[in-house]
């Protein structure tokens, strides 16, 4: 297992959040909601993200609705957060202008 992939604990969680905009912890993972101008730009972003996830082989689970992305990132194969989840949080703030 990379080191990227390691579970972090709570304080390592804390301090890499606090330096995250946007994003929060709820029951274990990252979480945050974006709010797009429209329903295409919401769209847009899943697909550019989704390309990230794919090189980075880290998968987000998310969800749409009209111009709203909502994003909760877990490493599965470690039970909890990681690296990879504050990689993948920071890649999506700055593909949706952040
Ligand atoms: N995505 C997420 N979010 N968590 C994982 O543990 C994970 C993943 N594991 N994408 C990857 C794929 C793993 O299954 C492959 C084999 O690298």
Not at 7 to 27: F, S
Not at 46 to 59: G, L, M, P, T
Not at 62 to 85: A, F, Q
């Amino acid at each position: 297992m990379s080191p990227k992939q390691q579970r972090m604990n709570d304080d390592e969680i804390a301090t890499a959040v606090a330096e995250l905009p946007g994003w929060q912890v709820l029951d274990g993972k990252l979480l945050r909601e974006y709010v797009f101008a429209n329903f295409v730009e919401a769209i847009g972003f899943i697909a550019r993200a989704a390309i990230w996830a794919e090189k980075f082989d880290h998968h987000p689970e998310w969800s749409n609705v009209y111009k709203r992305v909502r994003v909760e990132l877990s490493t599965h194969d470690v039970g909890g957060i990681s690296r990879l989840d504050f990689q993948l949080a920071q890649k999506m703030n700055e593909l949706a202008g952040d």
